[in-house]
C-alpha cells in the first residue's frame, strides 16, 4: 500500500509561482511514474505533468514551458513548479503514483490540494 500526501497549494496572485510536494510512503515497489492531474468542479480529472522513473517528463500543452516536475528519489518525494499562473489553472491537484511489474498495474492518488489563482 501507498500513501501520497501533497502539501504546497494555496491562493496566489495571476503571474505568481507555486511549488506543490507530493511525499510518498509506504511499500513503493516498481514505479512506472509519478505526476500531477487536476481538476475543476464538473469537469475530468485532467493531466498536468509526468515523470517516469528514468526522469523523462511528460507536460500538458497548457502548463508546458511554465512548469516543471521532478523527483527526489531519496526522499521520495516529487515536486510540480508552476510559474506564471493564470486564472485558468486554478483546480485541485492530485498526485499519483503508477506501479506494476509487467503483469498487472495499480494507481495511487493523493488527497488533493487546492491551488487558487485570483488577484
Known amino acids: 500500500q501507498v500513501q501520497l500526501v501533497e502539501s504546497g497549494g494555496g491562493l496566489v496572485q495571476p503571474g505568481g509561482s507555486l511549488r506543490l510536494s507530493c511525499a510518498a510512503s509506504g511499500s513503493i515497489f516498481s514505479v512506472i511514474h509519478m505526476g500531477w492531474y487536476r481538476q475543476t468542479p464538473g469537469k475530468q480529472r485532467e493531466l498536468v505533468a509526468l515523470i517516469t522513473s528514468g526522469g523523462t517528463t511528460t507536460y500538458a500543452d497548457s502548463v508546458k514551458g511554465r512548469s516543471a516536475i521532478s523527483r527526489d528519489n531519496a526522499k521520495n518525494t516529487m515536486y510540480l513548479q508552476m510559474n506564471s499562473l493564470k486564472a485558468e489553472d486554478t483546480a485541485v491537484y492530485y498526485c499519483?503514483?503508477?506501479?506494476?511489474?509487467?503483469?498487472?498495474?495499480?494507481?495511487?492518488w493523493g488527497q488533493g490540494t487546492q491551488v487558487t489563482v485570483s488577484s
Open positions: 499519483t503514483l503508477l506501479e506494476g511489474d509487467g503483469c498487472s498495474e495499480y494507481r495511487y
